[in-house]
């Protein structure tokens, strides 16, 4: 992952995509896959945005079901049965269990269940149970639900680091020849006649600007795709709708993932068990500040304790170890409830909206069908660049798969002197790749230790996010690389020692380091604001 931006100002691209969520990097790969000469910039980091503050969740969208989006559901169904095959590192099945409390609810939820299994007639995971009221509290001890009456019990999947599912699209364009930049930032657009032909990109780790040639240019840019399309046409007028969900990490509450149904509006929300703790989630708001700084406020927090608490009594504001939040940049329209605007995703062509050559726009969509979004999009290109190539992604596996039988976990722990623990942790986050971290432990002993007491992430890891996954700040280790910033510490006591791992490599400063540290921790402040009763009340 070779970031050169002098190497780059001296090419001409195919296709420019500005954004590196989940979506911007599934279109990067699906290009490299296809033979286009592509460049990926993102001006923070690659899931920065609304894909590191997702539910963590590879789902059809049972909800969307009384929206009567069909078509949103079946696509997703499809593309869950993709991410086991070209994932199963990453990706792994998850039982959601739904209280019913009322008779005519578990009608309801019957001829749901049925319809959504019916939209999902290829999977490979379980079908869907009924549970009594005495099975179910035999499934959830602790569940406290005035008349249940019983429950049902569904699979869909989780990605428990949906920060590496959208590493690995980049490693993946990368292999393929792509060209990649994290900490770039998109700062123009030039066109010749009615034509870009030109991007200007800030390396913002050094303040140097590069113009770059291209004939296609993929604004992917999530929540900040209005103020990117802005830059190239003044005073437009906003094409998404911005709207916030937020979330609670807690002790663990469940033994299942829940899916609930909030009493003050009747809003979807889940309770799901990840890596030994429990996520509360989510909310559905309109958002119209800093993309930059969204973050919970003591309103966000106050309506999901509440709701939880009406399901498992015992949890307390005290129990909540952080927040996170992310911007859901929606296609539909501005009117009426944030819940109930679609989750599909929209394609504009500008040459045919505003006359300009050689930009598209895509809004919208989830994590669960990005690989399709990005196969459209990049159809798309290929058709307006007169390529014929065919889409390869559904085929081809990330490169941290397969993931490691068992018996070879436990055949590393023992060879490298780690506790199997360890190993099975790297390879939930690795993948095969977990020999690359394991090949670097064994080079110094001092790569074996863990990072803090709080995750099992060792000082490898380290090494490896720095040399190998283009990580250029802690945060980039502690958020995006790892899970130490993901455990209740939020990687507040590793900080030191990333910054002093990282600094030996990139050959930082103490005053570099000192500064790296500060950032991070100012930066995760914002997920403890309401804590220390300093949150906005908006």
């Known amino acids: ?122 999977k490979t995971l379980p079908s869907y149970r009924h549970f009594s009221r005495r099975q179910t509290l035999e499934m959830e001890p602790d569940l406290k639900l005035d008349g249940l009456v019983g429950s049902y019990l569904y699979y869909d999947c989780q990605v428990a680091f949906a920060e590496r599912l959208c590493l690995e699209n980049v490693l993946c364009a990368a292999e393929h020849g792509a060209s990649v930049a994290n900490h770039a930032r998109f700062t123009g ?23 770059i040639a291209t004939h296609m240019m993929v604004n992917a840019a999530g929540p900040w795709m209005d103020k990117v399309y802005g830059m190239l046409n003044t005073g437009s007028k906003p094409m998404m709708r911005r709207t916030k969900g937020i979330h609670l990490l807690t002790p663990k509450i469940s033994n299942n993932a829940l899916v609930l149904f909030a009493h003050a509006d009747g ?15 989510t909310t559905d708001t309109d958002y119209s500040d800093d993309s930059d700084t969204v973050h919970a406020d003591a309103g966000d927090v106050d309506y999901l304790l509440t709701e939880a608490r009406r399901v498992f009594p015992g949890v ?20 009426g409830s944030a819940s109930n605007v679609t989750r599909g995703h929209k394609l504009i062509d500008h040459e045919k909206v505003d006359g300009t050559k050689g930009f598209i726009s895509v809004i919208g969509g989830k994590i669960t069908g990005f690989r399709a979004i990005s196969q459209e999009v990049t159809d798309l290109v290929c058709k307006k660049l007169g390529v014929n190539a065919v889409c390869t992604t559904a ?23 780690l506790p199997v623990e360890t190993v099975d942790h790297l390879n939930n986050l690795y993948g095969s790749r977990l020999y690359q971290v394991l090949e670097l432990a064994r080079s110094d002993a001092g790569g074996k230790q863990t990072i803090c007491p ?15 996954e283009g990580a250029l700040t ?46 991070y921790n100012s930066y995760v402040s914002l997920a403890q604001r309401f804590r220390t009763g300093t949150a906005d009340k908006k």
């Open 189 to 211: 657009v030039m066109k010749s006649g009615d034509a870009v032909y030109r991007v200007q990109v800030e390396d913002t780790l050094s303040g140097e600007v590069h113009r």
């Open 474 to 519: 802690i945060s980039d280790f502690l958020l995006r690389r790892g899970a130490n910033g993901l455990a209740s510490c939020q990687g507040l006591d590793a900080a030191e020692t990333v910054a002093r791992e990282m600094g030996n490599i990139l050959k930082w400063s103490p005053e570099e380091q000192k500064r790296q540290v500060e950032e």
């Open 395 to 417: 085929q081809t596996p990330l490169p941290g798969a397969p993931s490691v039988p068992q018996k070879e976990i436990e055949q590393a722990a023992e060879e490298n002197n």
């Open 316 to 335: 307390k504001k005290e129990d909540v170890f952080y927040t996170f939040a992310g911007l859901r940049a929606l296609a539909g329209s501005a009117e």
């Open 1 to 122: 992952m070779k970031r050169d931006f002098n190497a780059f100002s001296r090419e001409t691209f195919d296709l420019v995509v500005v954004g590196g969520g989940i979506i911007g990097t599934g279109i990067a790969r699906d290009a490299a896959l296809r033979g286009l000469k592509t460049l990926l910039v993102e001006k923070e980091d690659f899931s920065y945005g609304t894909t590191s503050g997702s539910t963590r969740l590879i789902h059809g969208g049972l909800r969307y079901l009384r929206q009567f989006e069909f078509h949103l559901v079946r696509q997703d169904m499809r593309e869950r049965e993709v991410l086991l095959k070209i994932a199963p590192h990453l990706v792994s099945p998850l039982p959601f269990l739904i209280p019913v409390t009322s008779h005519w609810e578990r009608i309801v939820m019957s001829l749901g269940m049925r319809l959504y299994d019916l939209l999902s007639f290829d």
């Open 267 to 281: 809003r979807l929300f889940f309770v799901i068990p990840w890596e030994g703790y429990s996520i509360i989630g």
């Open 454 to 468: 709080h995750s099992p992430d060792i000082v490898a890891q380290i090494w490896h996010a720095t040399r190998e």
